[in-house]
């Protein structure tokens, strides 16, 4: 038995959380981790990117791999696993999918503007990963619980990377267009999905949108606070839709 509430985002080091979760316990993940970037470069001074949360850590590889360890244990079929190859992070993600490489089911390209890199002869970057890692027959390209045929490419866009209203308090969110589409293409109605690192709520907001249940994990109060204040309209409503 585990004491986990439903629907709620935990204040803590998602580790904490995991350890109160039983095998297989969510259905999905859904994740965007902090990708070992340290201060915020991009604004060439030393404001950080998260506000309490310092993103740089000794060793990302050995911090990763025990996180994508206990995302395989506690969930039933995939998770979806949204990164970014950067200078501080690039050996070690290329380690990660060496090392994870039996669980990876398949790799979707997210395709986004192209933000020029300040630097003279550094590639901008316009995609990023979502890196599907699998229980379910990860040997297999075949989703026995896709609700798609033909018509979901490797290959994914966002129409607007803005659409989060959050972007301001948070520089790293994701666009709620992503947690809505693998919920639509992937399980059903009721499943229980997670984010480990929920930030601003964005996966909570859009299981709440596709009828799913969520739980997550955020170690900073401000945060969740914030995802606190962006649930209360839909949790207000008697009905969703
Ligand atoms: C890339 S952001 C996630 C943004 C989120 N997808 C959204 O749309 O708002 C990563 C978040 O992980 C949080 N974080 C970092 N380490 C954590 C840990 N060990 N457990 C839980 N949250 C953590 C940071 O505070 C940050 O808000």
């Keep these: ?18 350890a109160k979760m039983p095998n297989g316990f969510v259905d999905y993940v859904l994740t965007s981790p902090p990708y070992n970037i340290g201060y915020n470069q991009m604004n060439g ?7 309490e949360y310092e993103d740089k850590l000794d060793d990302y590889f050995i911090n990763q791999k025990n996180l994508i360890n206990e995302l395989l244990r506690v969930t039933k079929n995939h998770i979806f696993y949204n990164i970014q190859m950067l200078g501080n992070n690039k050996v070690d993600f290329l380690n990660l999918l060496g090392h994870f ?10 395709q986004k503007n192209m933000i020029p890199h300040i630097e003279e002869g550094v590639i901008s970057s316009s995609f990023e990963f979502i890196i599907i890692f699998s229980n379910q027959q990860p040997d297999k390209k075949k989703f026995y619980d896709g609700n798609f045929r033909g018509n979901f490419g490797n290959v994914i866009k966002t129409l607007n990377i803005h659409n989060n209203p959050f972007a301001k308090e948070h520089k790293a969110i994701m666009p709620l267009d992503i947690p809505r589409m693998f919920m639509q293409k992937f399980g059903k109605e009721n499943d229980l999905w997670y984010d480990p690192y929920m930030g601003t709520g964005t996966t909570a907001v859009g299981a709440i949108e596709e009828k799913r249940n969520w739980i997550g994990s955020e170690i900073s109060q401000e945060y969740v606070d914030l995802t606190n204040k962006r649930l209360k309209p839909y949790l207000t409503q008697t009905t969703l839709f």
């Design 1 to 18: 038995m585990n004491n986990l509430e439903l629907n709620k985002i935990y204040c803590e080091s998602n580790l904490e959380t995991m």
């Design 45 to 51: 001074d030393d404001t950080k990117k998260y506000k």
């Design 101 to 110: 490489k039996d669980n990876i089911k398949d790799i979707i390209i997210w």
